[in-house]
């Protein structure tokens, strides 16, 4: 199918990586709704040159609701949604001590909850249609687990489980799936990081804040979200996707040793890292 009749729907399309995605997908001639949870009006935003536009639209994945909303608007605008890229998020960071059940509930609300609900919206429809592409945004932190961020990789870690037995599932439907994992990327997520409420009286403190600083230090050098707009492009351009790609070389080097070194040798790397 042509570029230009091709629809995608993108997940937190108003900041960041979403936001890149789905500029390119528009300047290459799809059809892009990007959502986000503060749209005053609808906003239409055309290409410079083809046929393509980014249209955003109201949507909380935190909310059945909504969900459902947004997936109607689309169809009944478009005949098909070719591709949901599942890229809303966000971090809680705060030791394992320090976080409630309800702070963990509200990081697996958006991060895992929030792909549970856009897939169970989208799938009906891409088995009707016969064809359909589900990139999920994962992390490095979805393979390596990093401390006091340990609710939002256990969120990425499910999510990775979730799209691992997907994949296989949609595959006889014609429907393919596949990961994305990006590294420290400079975007809003630095800023709208969340501390469990626990963390501003904590005996963890200084390794907490210490350990935060560093993450912060690193997202915010980071490189733009280009690389990950690459792995998004290569998995569309893909006849046969693969499962994941980890963006940018160094992380792909540091999850290839995750597989080859023993355990307790990649637990005193990350801890000499972040503690
Ligand atoms: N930046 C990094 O270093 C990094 C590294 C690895 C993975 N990631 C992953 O990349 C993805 C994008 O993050 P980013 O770095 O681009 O962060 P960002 O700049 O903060 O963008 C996050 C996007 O998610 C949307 N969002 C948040 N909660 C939402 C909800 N409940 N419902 C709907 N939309 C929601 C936001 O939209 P509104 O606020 O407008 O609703 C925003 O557009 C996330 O899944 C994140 O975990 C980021």
Redesign the pocket.
Same mark, same amino acid.
């Given at each position: 199918m042509n570029n230009n009749l091709k629809v995608v729907l993108i #997940?937190? *399309? =108003? =900041?960041? !990586?979403?936001? *890149?995605i789905a500029n390119t997908l528009m300047e290459k001639g799809y059809r892009v709704y990007?959502?986000?949870?503060? !749209?005053k009006e609808e906003n239409i935003i055309k290409a410079k040159s083809g046929s393509g536009f980014l249209k955003m639209i109201p949507?909380?994945?935190?909310?059945d609701e909504?969900v459902k909303a947004a997936v109607e608007y689309i169809l009944q605008k478009e005949i098909t949604i070719d591709i949901l890229i599942?890229?809303?998020?966000?971090?809680i960071a705060g030791s394992v001590e320090d976080t409630s059940p309800e702070e963990a509930l509200s990081q697996f609300? #958006?991060?895992f909850f929030?792909v549970l609900r856009m897939c169970r919206a989208v799938l009906p429809k891409m088995r009707e249609q016969k064809q359909g592409l589900i990139i999920n945004?994962? =992390?490095?932190?979805?393979l390596i687990s990093i401390p006091f961020q340990s609710m939002?990789c256990a969120s990425?870690y499910a999510l990775e489980a979730m799209t691992e037995a997907l994949r296989i599932e949609a595959k006889p439907f014609g429907i393919k799936v596949s990961l994305v994992?990006?590294?420290? #990327?400079?975007?809003?997520?630095?800023?709208?990081r969340q501390y469990t409420a626990a963390s501003y009286n904590s005996a963890y403190n200084l390794a907490f804040l210490k350990s935060i600083k560093k993450m912060e230090k690193?997202?915010q050098n980071?490189p733009t979200?280009k690389l !990950?707009v690459d792995a998004v492009l290569k998995i569309m351009n893909s006849k046969n996707p693969p499962i994941r790609i980890v963006a940018g070389f160094s992380y792909k080097t540091l999850v290839f040793l995750k597989r080859i070194l023993p355990s307790r040798f990649v637990e005193f790397v990350v801890s000499r890292i972040y503690s």
């Open positions: #997940t937190g *399309a =108003s =900041s960041g !990586i979403g936001q *890149a990007g959502t986000s949870r503060n !749209i949507l909380d994945v935190r909310s909504s599942n890229n809303a998020g966000f971090g609300d #958006t991060n929030g945004i994962s =992390s490095v932190a979805g939002y990425k994992e990006p590294g420290d #990327t400079k975007t809003g997520f630095t800023q709208m690193d997202e980071g979200p !990950i």
